[in-house]
């Protein structure tokens, strides 16, 4: 069955550092999105993406973030220069089209700020 | 602004009945969802269902809806030890993004 995959699982840097995390959708999917849970926390939305370009973005998602596909499979997450609350775990999720609402998640990568 | 709630913890037997309830604010909401979080694991999509209906069964699962209340319940049948887990609550309207806003989880715990 096809499924969201994420990587890595789980990635530590230090404050101040670029990390860009990786997701591949499932193949025929065009809607991809990025969620975070921070530890203890509710899943917060933090941007969808279609056509290439962001569709919506929550308060969370300033200008430290930024997501591209850059090829036909990848879908990536950036954050500048992170921050301590920046450690969260980081959710992929991707949906076939605008007529189904059924979004498939990854695994997610656990992120860490030191 | 939207709000989704969910009780913290639940305990049941093992061969019980689990149900799990969601409340939320959004009376837009057009899609009701219920994800299961195993430990390690992503978010695995259980059931949804339309705001214009007031049930849905699939298997064990029986997902019911008070539109004038706003709440949602899950209830598992014949609860099994697989079934621990967190389940979370998430609605979302219509239109192009279909983002969803999720509840706090409830941990779900089943006693052999």
């Known amino acids: 069955e096809p499924e969201v995959t994420q990587t890595p699982s789980h990635q530590v840097t230090q404050m101040g550092q670029e990390v860009i995390l990786r997701c591949v959708p499932i193949s025929n999917h065009l809607y991809f999105y990025w969620y975070r849970q921070i530890l203890g926390q509710k899943v917060e939305f933090l941007v969808s993406f279609y056509n290439n370009e962001i569709s919506e973005k929550s308060e969370i998602f300033d200008d430290q973030f930024s997501v591209e596909r850059p090829d036909g499979s990848n879908f990536t997450l950036k954050i500048r220069s992170t921050k301590l609350e920046d450690s969260a775990m980081y959710f992929c999720?991707?949906?076939?089209?605008?007529?189904?609402?059924?979004?498939?998640f990854g695994p997610g990568t656990r992120l860490t700020v030191t | 602004g939207e709000d989704v709630e969910q009780s913290l913890f639940l305990s049941v037997r093992e061969g019980d009945s689990s149900v799990i309830n969601c409340t939320y604010t959004?009376?837009?909401?057009?899609?009701l969802y219920w994800y299961k979080q195993e430990p390690g694991a992503g978010l695995q999509l259980l059931t949804y269902?339309?705001?214009?209906?007031d049930m849905k069964q699939d298997q064990r699962l029986t997902v019911l809806l008070n539109k004038k209340d706003k709440h949602l319940s899950l209830r598992i049948a014949d609860t099994q030890t697989g079934d621990s887990a967190i389940y979370f609550c998430a609605e979302s309207t219509d239109g192009a993004t279909n983002k969803l806003i999720f509840g706090t989880g409830t941990l779900l715990a089943v006693q052999p």
């Open positions: 959004d009376s837009s909401s057009t899609y």
């Open positions: 999720a991707s949906r076939t089209d605008r007529s189904s609402y059924e979004q498939y």
């Open positions: 269902i339309f705001s214009n209906m």
